[in-house]
T-cell receptor, first 114, second 112 residues
């Protein structure tokens, strides 16, 4: 069973701070990594994806991938109250000869205090 | 807006009944995946369709079935509904099975 683990949270940060969200995955064959944001009662919204080791920046968001340590993280700079949501880490894995599927963590709830 | 649309948005069914949920994929996308999300949990993969064929299945019983049409829209069918089937059902479309997937707004199914 391929697993994706996220800190249970919730995580609370003051407005303007950096929020750091972490995720580990169990299978070294995992190939692509995604962060989704989900507001209460809504569907997940893709905010970042990363395929290679290192950092990928998009505006206030930075995704970091370390395949050797099997973790992926999301940094949110200058956090805003509108960033308050549940953040889902998802990992795509395609074993040899089999079909790929996206495996999600349980998510971590972020609260940004004004 | 992702361009992925699902219908209906909400549904109430009685235990033992059957339900069909529908999904229109984003223009240009040929792959549709279905997920079940229980309250407080991450989405769980049900199955994926690529070019009208099932391309992978999660740990769900056979009473969960689906199909994909030539225009790449898709249906999820659930037979013999159980109370535990109450959840948010999400459809995601992508170009191929390794690229970024975009979700529709979901269908909230309540089984009573």
């Amino acid at each position: 069973q391929k697993e994706v683990e996220q800190n249970s949270g919730p995580l609370s940060v003051p407005e303007g701070a950096i929020a750091s969200l972490n995720c580990t995955y169990s299978d070294r064959g995992s190939q692509s990594f995604f962060w989704y944001r989900q507001y209460s009662g809504k569907s997940p919204e893709l905010i970042m994806f990363i395929y290679s080791n290192g950092d990928k920046e998009d505006g206030r968001f930075t995704a970091q991938l370390n395949k050797a340590s099997q973790y992926v993280s999301l940094l949110i700079r200058d956090s805003q109250p509108s960033d308050s949501a549940t953040y889902l880490c998802a990992v795509n894995y395609r074993p040899e000869g089999a079909n790929s599927k996206l495996t999600f963590g349980k998510g971590i709830t972020l609260s940004v205090r004004p | 807006e992702t361009g992925v649309t699902q219908s209906p948005t909400h549904l109430i069914k009685t235990r033992g009944q059957q339900v069909t949920l529908r999904c229109s994929s984003q223009s240009g996308h040929n792959t549709v995946s279905w997920y079940q999300q229980a309250l407080g949990q991450g989405p769980q993969f049900i199955f994926q369709y690529y070019r009208e064929e099932e391309n992978g299945r999660g740990n769900f019983p056979p009473r969960f079935s689906g199909l994909q049409f030539p225009n790449y829209s898709s249906e999820l069918n659930v037979n013999a509904l159980e109370l535990d089937d109450s959840a948010l059902y999400l459809c995601a479309s992508s170009w191929g099975f390794d690229s970024e997937a975009f979700f529709g707004q979901g269908t909230r199914l309540t089984v009573v």
